[in-house]
Antibody, heavy 118, light 106 residues
Framework: QVQLQQWGAGLLKPSETMSLTCAVYGGSFTGYHWSWIRQPPGKGLEWIGEVSPSGGTKYNPSLKSRVTTLIDTSKNQFSLKLTSVAAADTAVYYC????????????WGQGTLVSVSS | SYVLTQSPSVSVAPGQTARLTCGESDIGRKSVHWYQQKPGQAPVLVIHYDGDRPSGIPDRFSGSNSGNTATLTISRVEAGDEADYYCQVWDNDRGIFGGGTKLIVL
């Protein structure tokens, strides 16, 4: 059974860079697609971006200029960086796994609340 | 841009059938995935590829997709089914979620 465990700083000031990491346990790491998804308080889900098994990336156009996703196959981990954060970036951030590039998000991390406040 | 439209809420009595819809032009040409999210928890996949159930999901959950509407059907609704439900597709290499439907069990 695949498990995703994520961590990162939960409180940031405006203009800082958010950094989150997601580790994969209990299954193969290679060959799958790894996404980040966020949910502002009381609102719906927003897909942020994806890193493919080859390291290729796809990003939400609305966030593309500020997002970087990386994969570290040696550690079975992938990461998210979001630069120049603002209050509007306050959300619960989830990591998730897909079996292919147009598939469902079959496994999710537990979520990390990131708050941006001065 | 591709926008998935879901009703904000659906109410149903226990034991009845709930039908939650997800609309967009020609959505029938895409694969639709559905997630259940309870308060304070991460979403859980309940239907993928329009109508396939992942392992562990009760057969009370089913899905269909045709034309401009995808539908998640929950039969014999139970109190524990009360949750937010989101549909999701891929469009032009971008993951897109609907706004979510809150299922209220009366």
């Amino acid at each position: 059974q695949v498990q995703l465990q994520q961590w990162g700083a939960g409180l940031l000031k405006p203009s800082e860079t958010m950094s989150l990491t997601c580790a994969v346990y209990g299954g193969s790491f290679t060959g799958y697609h790894w996404s980040w998804i966020r949910q502002p308080p009381g609102k719906g889900l927003e897909w942020i971006g994806e890193v493919s098994p080859s390291g290729g990336t796809k990003y939400n156009p609305s966030l593309k200029s500020r997002v970087t996703t990386l994969i570290d196959t040696s550690k079975n981990q992938f990461s998210l960086k979001l630069t120049s954060v603002a209050a509007a970036d306050t959300a619960v951030y989830y990591c998730a796994m897909s079996y292919d590039s147009t598939g469902s998000f079959d496994y999710w991390g537990q979520g990390t609340l990131v708050s941006v406040s001065s | 841009s591709y926008v998935l439209t879901q009703s904000p809420s659906v109410s149903v009595a226990p034991g009845q059938t709930a039908r939650l819809t997800c609309g967009e032009s020609d959505i029938g040409r895409k694969s639709v995935h559905w997630y259940q999210q309870k308060p304070g928890q991460a979403p859980v996949l309940v239907i993928h590829y329009d109508g396939d159930r992942p392992s562990g999901i009760p057969d009370r959950f089913s899905g269909s997709n045709s034309g401009n509407t995808a539908t998640l059907t929950i039969s014999r609704v139970e109190a524990g089914d009360e949750a937010d439900y989101y549909c999701q597709v891929w469009d032009n290499d971008r993951g897109i979620f609907g706004g979510g439907t809150k299922l209220i069990v009366l």
